[in-house]
């Protein structure tokens, strides 16, 4: 696991509260945590949709499964944040190999703002 000092650090703080899963555990692995997909999760969280904000990162795949979630808990758009993922060649907007339509992953991300993507044709 990366990061895992910090993830242990977490565990020590009354004001983060994280949950860990993986998709599954092989019998002659060791996992404390859940098993399954991250959506498994999302329904287990209480949160206030309007004073709580969602960092998307991981394989694409995963996205349209994670938003989808969060919306049914009323998560505002722009309160979703996400990591587009492209392969990238001379990062600075030059090549055109990370262009999603009008978008260029690596000059005007990774980083985006779910509001201002999810109608980009391709993106998600
Ligand atoms: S990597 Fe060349 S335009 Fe983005």
Same mark, same amino acid.
């Given at each position: 696991?990366?990061?895992?000092?910090?993830?242990?650090?977490?565990?020590?703080?009354?004001?983060?509260?994280?949950?860990?899963?993986?998709?599954?555990?092989?019998?002659?692995?060791?996992?404390?945590?859940?098993?399954?997909?991250?959506?498994?999760?999302?329904?287990?969280?209480?949160?206030?949709?309007?004073?709580?904000?969602?960092?998307?990162?991981?394989?694409?795949?995963?996205?349209?499964?994670?938003?989808?979630?969060?919306?049914?808990?009323?998560?505002?758009?722009?309160?979703?944040?996400?990591?587009?993922?492209?392969?990238?060649?001379?990062?600075?907007?030059?090549?055109?190999?990370? #262009?999603?339509? #009008?978008?260029?992953?690596?000059?005007?991300?990774?980083?985006?703002?779910?509001?201002?993507?999810?109608?980009?044709?391709?993106?998600?």
């Amino acid at each position: 696991m990366l990061f895992s000092e910090e993830v242990a650090s977490w565990s020590q703080r009354d004001d983060i509260e994280h949950k860990l899963t993986v998709d599954k555990c092989p019998e002659s692995e060791f996992w404390e945590g859940n098993i399954g997909v991250i959506t498994t999760l999302i329904p287990e969280v209480d949160f206030d949709p309007v004073k709580t904000y969602a960092v998307v990162c991981g394989p694409p795949v995963m996205y349209k499964y994670v938003i989808q979630e969060l919306k049914k808990r009323n998560l505002p758009d722009d309160h979703i944040t996400i990591s587009l993922e492209r392969r990238m060649r001379c990062g600075e907007g030059k090549c055109g190999h990370c #262009q999603i339509n #009008q978008i260029y992953v690596c000059k005007d991300g990774p980083v985006f703002n779910y509001a201002d993507i999810k109608d980009v044709p391709e993106a998600l």
